[in-house]
């Protein structure tokens, strides 16, 4: 079965641009989160998803960060009038936590932005 | 922010022997899990273990989980040269995972 996917794999975009980051989930996937990874860093928590419901985003580092799911599947991630310390690895995951027995995520292999 | 740190940042065996990888967090958890990253593969999980497990096995790896300490160890047995990766701790809180630093680990044919 397929995994995660996201897409673009790679995006750069000039400093003020506006982005958009696209993530498909595992299907039947009730949870969907999206974490930043800075080069040399672990993953940082942006957003939580269970099914439409933006349950958690905590970790949205501004007001320039938005995420949705509309249908409780494929969720994008779009950042506004982008900066240079924006620039990281956007990692999507999934998982069947339902907010009651924790199991693992299944990650997608990154959008990496590049803003100049 | 980081939940926690793990020692040593970075790691250098031979092949055929032991790594060991330590993790300590700060809040409690309801699980911690580890991940393996490499660039081809990218994030993978490896492993679970509840806040009321002390040890678990999977295949070449044992974890161990010490509540009291809030830490937690990775132990890869008989190490390949395929093991090389940068190795994540993370906790559960809430659904989300809150991850360490990492520990890169190059095992050397």
């Known amino acids: 079965g397929a995994g995660v996917s996201q897409s673009p794999r790679y995006k750069v975009a000039k400093r003020g641009q506006d982005v958009a980051l696209r993530c498909d989930p595992i299907s039947g996937h009730v949870s969907l989160f999206w974490y930043q990874q800075a080069l040399g860093q672990g993953p940082e928590f942006l957003t939580y998803?269970?099914?439409?419901?933006?349950?958690?985003k905590s970790g949205l580092p501004s007001d320039r960060f938005f995420a949705e799911r509309p249908e409780g599947s494929v969720s994008t991630l779009k950042i506004q009038r982008t900066q240079q310390e924006d620039s990281a690895v956007y990692l999507c995951?999934?998982?069947?936590?339902?907010?009651?027995?924790?199991?693992?995520?299944?990650f997608g292999p990154g959008t990496r932005l590049t803003v100049l | 922010s980081q939940q926690g740190e793990e020692d040593p940042q970075a790691l250098s065996i031979q092949e055929g022997e032991n790594a060991t990888m330590n993790c300590s967090y700060k809040?409690?958890?309801?699980?911690l899990q580890w991940y393996r990253q490499n660039s081809g593969r990218g994030l993978v999980h490896l492993i679970l273990i509840r806040s009321n497990e002390r040890e678990k096995h999977s295949g070449r790896l044992r974890v161990t989980l010490d509540t009291s300490k809030k830490s937690s160890s990775l132990l890869i047995t008989a190490s390949r040269a395929a093991d090389t990766a940068s190795y994540f701790c993370a906790t559960g809180q809430g659904g989300k995972l809150i991850f360490g630093q990492g520990t890169e680990l190059s095992v050397k044919p």
């Open positions: 998803f269970q099914n439409e419901a933006q349950l958690d």
């Open positions: 995951a999934s998982s069947y936590f339902t907010g009651i027995i924790y199991n693992e995520q299944f």
């Open positions: 809040t409690s958890i309801n699980n």
